[in-house]
């Protein structure tokens, strides 16, 4: 199973919305509905954001939102805040007990 | 307070053997499947194992740690294990536990551990 592909880097301004697509292929995001995305600050370990595809756990805000279209899932943040800053990882289900991520996406918030 | 605490890192020599352990708390252990996840220094997330919930008849591995790595756990003691042998120097990340969100693993993890170093090197 390979990585799924995530931009090395996007970027935003305070309020401004940003989206991180994850594109995997038919075995994996195209198959399942079990994308998650988890969110990892510098030294830190990650926090779970968004499951079953577009599912926020409770505590996350509703300004993080995910979809797919395809091979292809997206993390949306809208009104983005400074704390939002970090790495950005997805993960699929990968068929056979199988789970693959994403390479990661570093966020910054100019 | 749900809680996941990883031990058992440290610095082994290649084809050394080494036991994590990952002791939880604040929740029915035995409800739910387990993973291992590890990160090798500066790089990103890399699922290696998970574990099915109850008694763990069902065991996954990432390829490129099968036939070398095996995760077991023991309810009794809240605590999640996994045996690393021959290890190799791509081995070398932090391994982080994860608690499935759902019975199943694979729908998302969503409590992790702080995490533990292992670092293979002569």
């Known amino acids: 199973q390979s990585a799924l592909t995530q931009p090395a880097s996007v970027s935003g301004s305070p309020g401004q919305s940003i989206t991180i697509s994850c594109t995997g292929t038919s075995s994996d995001v195209g198959s399942y509905n079990l994308v998650s995305w988890y969110q990892q600050h510098p030294g830190k370990a990650p926090k779970f954001m968004i499951y079953e595809g577009t599912k926020r756990p409770s505590g996350v805000s509703n300004r993080f939102s995910g979809s797919k279209s395809g091979n292809t899932a997206s993390l949306t943040i809208s009104g983005l805040q400074a704390e939002d800053e970090g790495d950005y990882y997805c993960c699929s289900y990968a068929g056979t007990g199988h789970v693959v991520f994403g390479g990661g996406t570093k966020l910054t918030v100019l | 307070e749900v809680q996941l605490l990883e031990s058992g890192g440290g610095l082994v020599q290649p084809g050394g053997s080494l036991r994590l352990s990952c002791t939880a708390s604040g929740f029915t252990f035995s409800s739910y499947a387990m993973s291992w996840v590890r990160q090798a220094p500066g790089k990103g997330l890399e699922w290696v194992s998970a574990?099915?919930?109850?008694?763990?008849?069902?065991?996954y591995y990432a390829d490129s740690v099968k036939g070398r790595f095996t995760i077991s756990r023991d309810n009794s003691k809240n605590t999640l294990y996994l045996q690393m042998n021959s290890l190799r120097a791509e081995d070398t990340a932090v391994y982080y536990c994860?608690?499935?969100?759902?019975?199943?693993?694979?729908?998302?993890?969503?409590?992790w551990g702080q995490g533990t170093t292992v670092t293979v090197s002569s």
């Open positions: 574990i099915s919930n109850s008694g763990g008849s069902s065991t």
């Open positions: 994860a608690k499935a969100a759902t019975a199943w693993y694979y729908y998302g993890m969503d409590v």
